[in-house]
């Protein structure tokens, strides 16, 4: 266990250390909410077992106000601080290490790519993005018209229920708000960045390199692709030489079953061999 303070408050960690030496760039495991340090089917848990076993020094951690951690309770936007305090406490515990590589998967991922849009911390020496958090109601709509209503807009099914009365008014009504929702989709406020717009400038401004793995069974991963596809803050970001995408079909959203579980971390682990610890060009 790593016990560590960010702004005057406990945080509650676990470090899973090689037997030998560790590699010079460690990972930190951060936690998408609501969650802990364990995660979904204990898939932290495994990863970080995985990367000691394999040289790395993986630390997985509660935020305020999560798991064993005290304070009070907040989502990915807030916690730049969190992540900061618990880069620092890696590093200090094994002063052998040089920098961190950031590991994420849904709304960590997102809190990730925000972090290094607030900080431009020259600590991180990579970043994994799994099944990126990009969601809005625009976006929902979007990725429900395009990825459920289509579907069935072309079954002979769908048709047949509703010349026969099948299909309600309620059904039709949500495919119209949905329309209207996802046409909305990719616009921003006057004011302000959105979130989504936050975390392209994260990625945008970071010239270490970066994995993205994107699950086939899995809305939010759609949703993530086709944000990244319309929105204008997020062009040609996927297509940078310093990124890796892996996209996995038949995986769901927490790679729930033993084999997408052992796939994705072993993609993690050939990219921190081969991206993190590679000299930067």
């Not at 495994?46 to 951690?61: E, M, Q, T, V």
Request: glycine residues 10%; hydrophobic residues 45%.
């Amino acid at each position: 266990m790593l016990s560590f303070t960010c702004e005057g408050e406990p945080l509650v960690g676990i470090l899973a250390e090689p037997d030998g030496t560790p590699a010079e760039v460690g990972v930190l495991i951060i936690v998408g909410g609501p969650q802990y340090r364990v995660g979904s089917h204990r898939q932290f848990t495994l990863l970080a077992r995985h990367l000691a076993a394999n040289g790395f020094a993986a630390l997985r951690f509660d935020y305020r106000g999560m798991g064993d951690s005290p304070g009070e309770a907040r989502d990915f936007l807030g916690v730049d601080a969190d992540i900061a305090a618990a880069i620092t406490a890696l590093l200090a515990a094994r002063p052998a290490l040089k920098r961190v590589a950031l590991w994420g998967l849904c709304d960590a991922a997102s809190a990730a790519l925000l972090y290094l849009d607030s900080t431009r911390d020259p600590r991180v020496a990579g970043i994994a993005l799994l099944n990126p958090w990009a969601r809005s109601a625009a976006s929902l709509a979007q990725t429900h018209v395009k990825h459920y209503y289509w579907r069935r807009l072309r079954e002979k099914e769908f048709w047949l229920k509703l010349l026969r009365g099948g299909v309600g008014t309620t059904a039709l009504r949500t495919l119209g708000s949905n329309l209207r929702l996802a046409r909305g989709a990719g616009r921003k406020t006057a004011d302000s960045r959105s979130f989504q717009d936050r975390m392209a400038a994260g990625l945008r401004g970071f010239d270490g390199p970066a994995l993205l793995v994107l699950s086939g069974d899995d809305y939010t991963a759609r949703e993530f692709a086709g944000w990244a596809g319309s929105s204008p803050a997020w062009q040609g970001l996927l297509a940078r030489p310093t990124l890796v995408l892996h996209e996995m079909p038949t995986a769901d959203h927490t790679f729930s079953t033993l084999e997408d579980q052992d796939a994705q971390c072993r993609i993690c682990l050939d990219w921190l061999s081969t991206r993190c610890l590679a000299p930067r060009t």
